[in-house]
T-cell receptor, first 117, second 112 residues
Framework: NAGVTQTPKFRILKIGQSMTLQCTQD?????MYWYRQDPGMGLKLIYY???????DKGEVPNGYNVSRSTTEDFPLRLELAAPSQTSVYFC????????????????FGEGSRLTVL | DQQVKQNSPSLSVQEGRISILNCDYT??????FLWYKKYPAEGPTFLIS?????DKNEDGRFTVFLNKSAKHLSLHIVPSQPGDSAVYFC???????????FGTGTRLTVIP
């Protein structure tokens, strides 16, 4: 059971380069999320999606784009990398919380550490 | 604007004793709270949650207490074990909203 899979785990970018962080989940979850975690900080929401074809901005969307063409995949695109985007990125998914038995908790990937120099 | 706050960056506890991790929030509309545990180089994993209709939820060695009037929740781990050493994040959400707001985390070290 793979859960949430993120690639790559590590990447170094030069300022102005572009890249895509990949995220795939095999739990048939409708909801998917991208968070970033800076040192000593909590996780901040970048973008989220409530289903295929639907995406919305979170707290810190500037400099990023997402797409959700399938239920399984939710890639995060950085168009013009900046040093401020140096962070650890986490993708997560969850099922719809319908009752007390379904806690609706997020399932996280292992993270992608991105450094922009 | 940090809506969920964990004011203790770190906590050290002897093995077998109780660990108490605290979390405060500012948004009175939050109605669902979760604790996540994170080991180095791994993603956070869900630990325990509580709805605002309850003031306590227990799962084995882990108990979460919610004090709505004080906008405060705490996670109790008893007895603490060395394998509990990790960073613990408190998170909150509002009325079925899609976002979870996370605290900055508390690093728990359980000393054998």
């Amino acid at each position: 059971n793979a859960g949430v899979t993120q690639t790559p785990k590590f990447r170094i970018l030069k300022i102005g380069q572009s890249m895509t962080l990949q995220c795939t989940q095999d739990m048939n979850h409708n909801y998917m999320y991208w968070y970033r975690q800076d040192p000593g900080m909590g996780l901040k929401l970048i973008y989220y999606s409530v289903g295929a074809g639907i995406t919305d901005k979170g707290e810190v969307p500037n400099g990023y784009n997402v797409s959700r063409s399938t239920t399984e995949d939710f890639p995060l695109r950085l168009e013009l990398a900046a040093p401020s985007q140096t962070s650890v990125y986490f993708c997560a998914s969850r099922a719809l919380r319908t009752d007390e038995r379904n806690t609706g908790e997020l399932f996280f990937g292992e993270g992608s550490r991105l450094t922009v120099l | 604007d940090q809506q969920v706050k964990q004011n203790s960056p770190s906590l050290s506890v002897q093995e077998g004793r109780i660990s108490i991790l605290n979390c405060d929030y500012t948004n009175s509309m939050f109605d669902y709270f979760l604790w996540y545990k994170k080991y180095p180089a791994e993603g956070p994993t869900f630990l325990i949650s509580i709805s605002s209709i309850k003031d306590k939820n227990e799962d084995g060695r882990f108990t979460v207490f919610l004090n709505k009037s004080a906008k405060h929740l705490s996670l109790h781990i008893v007895p603490s074990q060395p394998g509990d050493s990790a960073v613990y994040f408190c998170a909150a959400s509002e009325g079925g909203a899609n976002n979870l707001f996370f605290g900055t985390g508390t690093r728990l070290t359980v000393i054998p």
